[in-house]
Structures are given as C-alpha cells and as structure tokens.
C-alpha cells in the first residue's frame, strides 16, 4: 500500500526555519519524481519543488530560501524552508510520480505550515 507522511509542519515567526520531511512506502521511491506542492487558504495548490535525479526546479516565489533533497536509502524526501514569510503559509503536501509526464500519481495528507508573529 502506496503511503505518503509529511512531518515537520508548525507555526514559526517570519524569518524563521522549519524543516518537513515525508516518508515514503509502498512503492519504488529511487523511480519516482517527488514534488512539493502547497495549498494556501482560498488558492489553488502550487508547486514549490520538484527532484527526480538531478538538481531540484524550484518556484520563483522560494528560489533561495528553500531546499529540497531526498534520500533514496531511507525512502524519504525533504524540504528545508528558511526566511519563511507570512505569504508562506500553507498546506505542505508531498507528490510521488513516475515520471515529468505522468498524469496522475501519489499524494500525502499534507502539514500545516503557518508563519506569523
């Protein structure tokens, strides 16, 4: 059974870090291209990040604040988010598919991500 976990969701001040993960299982983690994607109140979801093998794409609105990576080892995926903004918060979700083309695939149940002070 396909299952998607993100973590590390919370509130944290403008400025601040917060690190969410997501655990992988249930399928073939190392062949699959991950993506964040975020859902603010009253907006549609948007894409954040996306790695398959190479270097990660990321959205203008988080170039050089957040980092995604991936351990195919432990079958996790991560997102590290730093200078966080109020615009930044959201609904985290974690997206498995197999490939760029794909039109459907795997979805976590997403963390709350709040910045406010």
């Known amino acids: 059974q396909v299952q998607l976990v993100e973590s590390g969701g919370g509130l944290v001040q403008p400025g601040g870090s917060l690190r969410l993960s997501c655990a992988a299982a249930?399928?073939?983690?190392?062949?699959?291209?991950m993506s964040w994607y975020r859902q603010a109140p009253g907006k549609g979801r948007e894409l954040v990040a996306t790695?398959?093998?190479?270097?990660?794409n990321y959205a203008n609105s988080v170039k050089g604040r957040f980092t995604s990576s991936r351990d195919n080892v432990k079958n996790m995926f991560y997102l590290q988010m730093n200078s966080l903004k109020p615009e930044d918060t959201a609904v985290y979700y974690c997206?498995?598919?197999?490939?760029?083309?794909?039109?459907?695939?795997?979805w976590g149940q997403g963390t709350q991500v709040t910045v406010s002070s």
């Open positions: 790695i398959a093998e190479g270097n990660p």
């Open positions: 249930g399928f073939v983690f190392s062949s699959y291209v």
């Open positions: 997206y498995a598919r197999l490939s760029y083309s794909a039109s459907v695939g795997y």
